[in-house]
DNA sequence: TTGTAAGCGTTATCAT
DNA sequence: ATGATAACGCTTACAA
């Protein structure tokens, strides 16, 4: 009764099947303008009735373009896994992928595996990669951006290379951040900076120096963490110790801002009535911190989308725009 | 000065510089033992040398076999992007991956992308697949095990299928829970359950049940809950409304144990000293709570490592265990 | 143990 | 606008 049980199709039974030959099948397949409609559509009907499948192998292998796209992610301290950050990114990329025939193939990268990484990229497996951030170092990867096309999601410390970037607007997003402070009546902003050696933890600090200066406020004291809770905690400490007034603290990322809290407390200060806090990141625990922690929402899901549009035009087109800032979001909640 | 500039070698190459055919270099490329060590040596020097790397799509069009394996995640609710469980499984699997030549393909599957998949699965693009938990409704896949290879992270609702699986052992964990309960004292111990339309959820109200009974105590209350943090502190309001007595809470997730956490301080119970809460899956939040809460640790990085190994087995030798169990490990913090 | 040669399913270059 | 017919780089019977 049931449709007799049939082989993989090919295109060359497609074309048998429409009466034309390979090349018009193929035409169709690719959606080649020059074929006359009336053939166009008999092959269509054909391809329909015989659930025909084009073999990715064998068009890769004729055409040399692989139709697979590589996100290359870092394995470093295997801190991408815990990182909510990096699911959003995946989510915007595959949210692109999706309108797409390209096949997103996923490499962790440690550091064991690096050779073997830059050589599966040019070695014309994929016909472009996604890196995200590894925040630093990534400059080996520099090079590669000549033989095949590649964006960047966060741009290397030492700013574009020719390379294709997206990034977040992380000065912007300081600056929205101080600036919010001031206009709620903080005067002396003090500020738990990142590591200096990452983008991120250089432009946040110096958005906040910025609107300081402009507004013509004197800083509040500075201390540095590396973005954990624990350094957090401990840069608190520097702030209090280093006898300066403040009565606001803008730290670098949530995880600091909330390492804070305790120490804040036990000083006796009360958050936000004696002293404002500014998260930044919108992680998970600023919405149960007590109080919720007012931070900067980074938009990672479009992060990721846009590293996929742009790398798409790179690999179609050839062009893309070389460095694509998107602006952070503050999110109002029980800390200043 | 520097080496010719060259193509990218063909295996064609490598032949004629060693001087045998195209058959002995694909032989010793692919291991075959049946190679003269001599010949397989020069071989390999010749490979080396002309800095060799096998075109995939050749290969894959010749074998029939892609190389490729899936990573199929649920989009559902986005859920899975804030779940560190999941990026966790990622690099179980991936840690062994690195060591095979398969390559990670991801599918992020939406809805509306269902069928896509199914076809991508068994159009021969892959060579197997893995299947992180869609919790419920997995079942859709359970026929597509006989047309390609596939391992499920988690067991559906309804139990082995014929499916090859990889599960926390959620039973044994519940019950590991709860005894650690008992052996500290507590004698009248509530839960907050899971969704009971979940594997997770029934297994874990399941051992709590079971270690009561057999320890001869009489079962504290138990109120549902779906996992979140909001239906903890509910389900922990009906759990003192229920007007039973109770000297612990097990709750089935970190969550829904932190959610109690101030319901239970607004009743006027310490924790410990008054109750005990226990939790389930060491999510980050169970570190910093206050008091750090003791829970249940999954072995997820295992568990992703377990489910590639499976796969393999599956492609290379068709045989695997229909399901491997893992145990989970208790943590020991401040709540108990 | 090694070589010969026939595919694998497309794409792409020519003619027509 | 369509059709032959080479590639594409490798695997794999089958022969030697």
């Known amino acids: 009764m049931g449709p007799r049980e049939m082989k993989k199709p090919t295109l060359e039974m497609v074309a048998a099947h429409a009466g034309v030959s390979r090349a018009t099948v193929s035409r169709v397949v690719n959606g080649t303008p020059t074929v006359e409609p009336t053939i166009a559509s008999r092959v269509k009907r054909s391809i329909d009735e015989l659930n025909y499948v084009p073999n990715r192998a064998a068009r890769s292998l004729a055409s040399n373009r692989s139709g697979a796209i590589a996100l290359v992610v870092p394995e470093s301290a295997s801190k991408v896994f815990t990182d909510p950050f990096f699911g959003s990114v995946v989510q915007g990329i595959a949210s692109v992928m999706e309108d797409t025939d390209f096949t997103l193939t996923m490499i962790i990268e440690s550091e064991s595996t690096a050779d073997k990484t830059r050589r599966y990229l040019t070695d014309g497996n994929v016909d472009g990669a996604l890196i995200v951030s ?9 090079e590669l951006s000549e033989k095949v096309p590649l964006v960047f999601g966060g741009r290397p410390v030492e700013g574009p290379t020719g390379a294709t ?4 607007d992380n000065l912007a997003a300081a600056r929205a951040a101080v600036s919010y402070l001031i206009d709620h009546g903080r005067s002396r902003i003090a500020t738990i900076a990142g590591p200096q050696t990452m983008r991120p933890g250089i432009d946040r600090l110096e958005g906040w120096r910025a609107v300081i200066e402009e507004a ?17 905690a401990r840069a ?49 625990f600023s919405e149960t911190s007590e109080p919720p922690l007012t931070t900067m929402s980074q938009p990672m899901i479009e992060l990721g989308a846009e590293m996929a549009r742009q790398l798409i035009r790179l690999i179609e087109d050839r062009t893309a725009e070389p460095l694509t800032v998107l602006q952070a979001r503050l999110v109002e909640r029980g800390s200043v």
Chains 1, 2 share one sequence.
């Open 216 to 232: 013509g406020l004197t800083p509040g004291p500075v201390a540095y963490g590396d973005f954990t809770t624990l350094s957090g």
């Open 236 to 284: 608190a400490r520097e702030l209090l110790a280093s006898g300066e007034a403040f009565d606001a603290v803008f730290a670098a990322n949530d995880q600091m801002a909330l390492g804070g809290y305790p120490v804040l407390r036990e000083a006796g200060l009360r958050i936000p009535d004696d002293i404002a806090v500014m998260g930044f990141d919108d992680s998970p």
């Open 134 to 142: 590894h925040h630093t170092g990534d400059h080996s990867y520099g």
């Open 165 to 168: 970037c997206v990034d977040v």
